[in-house]
């Protein structure tokens, strides 16, 4: 794999990821170019739309273009915390108490509609998040390498749901909506369905050991002074704007570097531009605000108060070589 991505779909590149998830996601190039970026980035991605809407397809294509260990959890309110984490059992035979994996021991957990498991549950998930890794009756384990996660819920009617809290929402990279195809997109859609998933056909074209080295080359990726003063200034205008009573975290403005050298990445540059950084902003931000009453009560949209501050903030001036 070439050092820098030229933004071709070689094989063994994220751009040949890209394009095959593609082939099973008709439409939506933006949101799966910004799902790759946070997997150069070592980061995990939430996503959240309305039931139908092809969440699982996305992120089931992404695990056979990549060829990783995935594992894949349909949460619902009697999932354990065992059951991510894994649990010790006795064994008779050998009366030893034997370590049996849970669900995080892979390279890309699949948590389906995870705001409809118990907050215990939900909060099992952290330490793999955070730290790659799990403790189980004090011994502490390596999740795979790379650990990615891509977690769906469902927005829309609260019956046996339960909100994540900021604390986990702020683990999550990224925040993307996949909303409704356009008319010639859903013809498309019914097409491809016609001989079954779509996501079921997808090619292995990349690697663990593929994505770990371009995960490697993209924490390099040079950040001038302006860009992260930039990046500062976007952070602070979120706390400091009236409508929102819970702006960007510092991990927050960590989070928009590291999509932001992925960006560059992925457009074949060794250095981040303003651009990289306006082109991810959105993603990064909008489940990581919290809107006042103010605002809720107006029907203010986060969206539009994000939008708001990337035109209110002056971008440096950055030549692009």
Do not use: W
Request: charged share 20%; with cysteine; glycine share 8%.
């Amino acid at each position: 794999m070439e050092k820098y991505s030229s933004g071709t779909a070689s094989f063994g590149s994220p751009r040949a990821v890209i394009a095959q998830v593609q082939e099973a996601v008709v439409g939506k190039v933006d949101i799966i170019e910004q799902i790759m970026m946070a997997f150069l980035a070592k980061g995990h991605i939430l996503v959240e739309d309305i039931p139908g809407t092809g969440k699982t397809t996305l992120a089931l294509a992404f695990s056979h273009a990549m060829g990783l260990k995935a594992n894949r959890v349909q949460f619902t309110p009697d999932v354990l915390p065992a059951d991510l984490t894994g649990f010790t059992i006795y064994q008779k035979e050998t009366g030893q108490f034997v370590y049996q994996p849970g669900a995080v021991m892979c390279n890309l957990l699949l948590a389906d509609e995870i705001n409809r498991t118990s907050p215990k549950t939900q909060s099992a998930l952290l330490e793999a998040m955070e730290e790659r890794q799990v403790t189980v009756d004090g011994v502490t384990r390596s999740v795979g390498n790379p650990f990615l996660v891509i977690a769906t819920e469902n927005p829309t009617g609260s019956a046996g749901t339960q909100l994540l809290p900021e604390s986990q929402l702020d683990r999550f990279m990224i925040c993307v909506r996949m909303g409704y195809p356009t008319l010639t997109e859903e013809v498309d859609i019914l097409k491809r369905n016609q001989y079954g998933r779509p996501d079921a056909r997808s090619e292995r074209v990349f690697s663990a050991k593929g994505l770990l080295e371009a995960q490697e080359t993209v924490s390099r990726i040079y950040v001038h002074d302006v860009i992260y003063s930039y990046i500062a200034r976007l952070a602070k205008a979120t706390r400091e704007q009236e409508m929102i009573a819970l702006g960007l975290s510092p991990r927050g403005t960590i989070a928009l570097t590291a999509m932001a050298k992925a960006s560059a990445y992925l457009n074949g540059r060794e250095y981040v531009v303003p651009d990289d950084v306006r082109e991810v902003f959105p993603a990064v931000a909008v489940h990581r605000i919290l809107l006042s009453t103010k605002a809720r009560v107006g029907h203010i949209q986060a969206g539009d108060l994000i939008r708001q501050i990337l035109e209110g903030t002056a971008a440096p001036s950055v030549s692009k070589k």
